[in-house]
T-cell receptor, first 115, second 110 residues
Framework: AQSVSQHNHHVILSEAASLELGCNYSYGGTVNLFWYVQYPGQHLQLLLK??????LVKGIKGFEAEFIKSKFSFNLRKPSVQWSDTAEYFC?????????????FGTGTQLKVEL | DGGITQSPKYLFRKEGQNVTLSCEQNLNHDAMYWYRQDPGQGLRLIYYSQIVNDFQKGDIAEGYSVSREKKESFPLTVTSAQKNPTAFYLC?????????FGPGTRLTVL
């Protein structure tokens, strides 16, 4: 069975600091990878996704993520965070199996950006 | 206005009662999903449906039931057999391999 690990459960940064959130998955086959964000009181929103091609993918609001196949990782980065980036971030993996298109989520990272 | 709607936003029930959570989408997506979100545990898949009149169990289906009689609707029933039903429930629908989420229903069982 596939699994997703997010090692940082709580991260506190000052505005303008750089961000990197770790995500590792375990699955031997081909995967699609996602980062979702949940701002306080809002829907879970798609930040970015990787299906194939360039392993460095860019998403909304200045976020990017790099797929490193050899490390089974898909870390999320942002060079300079803003207070409005305070949210919970979820990494997710999709591996087609048994006819289903199912996402497996990590446990989430709560990011707080201080002014 | 296209999207996924879940109602109600907050729901309170007494222990031992069944309760049905609504999920509707007007995005013309074939696939729909139900997840449960608990603090520190991420999202866990309860049930999913790839097409009308068909659905499969996810990772934590015990104590839950679903139906998919219409493409637009995928209601979830939390039965009295679910041992710990208090949680935040999220519905999603998918275009291709990308899932889009509704606003969620917070269920509290007293």
């Amino acid at each position: 069975a596939q699994s997703v690990s997010q090692h940082n459960h709580h991260v506190i940064l000052s505005e303008a600091a750089s961000l990197e959130l770790g995500c590792n998955y375990s699955y031997g086959g081909t995967v699609n990878l996602f980062w979702y964000v949940q701002y306080p009181g809002q829907h879970l929103q798609l930040l970015l996704k990787y299906f194939s091609g360039d392993p460095l993918v860019k998403g909304i609001k200045g976020f990017e993520a790099e797929f490193i196949k050899s490390k089974f990782s898909f870390n999320l980065r942002k060079p300079s965070v803003q207070w409005s980036d305070t949210a919970e971030y979820f990494c997710a993996v999709n591996a087609r199996r048994g006819g289903g298109n199912k996402l497996t989520f990590g446990t989430g990272t709560q990011l707080k950006v201080e002014l | 206005d296209g999207g996924i709607t879940q109602s109600p936003k907050y729901l309170f029930r007494k222990e031992g009662q069944n309760v049905t959570l609504s999920c509707e989408q007007n995005l013309n997506h074939d696939a729909m999903y139900w997840y449960r979100q608990d603090p520190g545990q991420g999202l866990r898949l309860i049930y999913y449906s790839q097409i009308v009149n068909d659905f499969q169990k996810g990772d934590i289906a015990e104590g839950y039931s679903v139906s998919r009689e219409k493409k637009e609707s995928f209601p979830l029933t939390v039965t009295s057999a679910q041992k710990n039903p208090t949680a935040f429930y999220l519905c999603a629908s998918a275009r291709g391999d990308t899932q889009y989420f509704g606003p969620g229903t917070r269920l509290t069982v007293l």
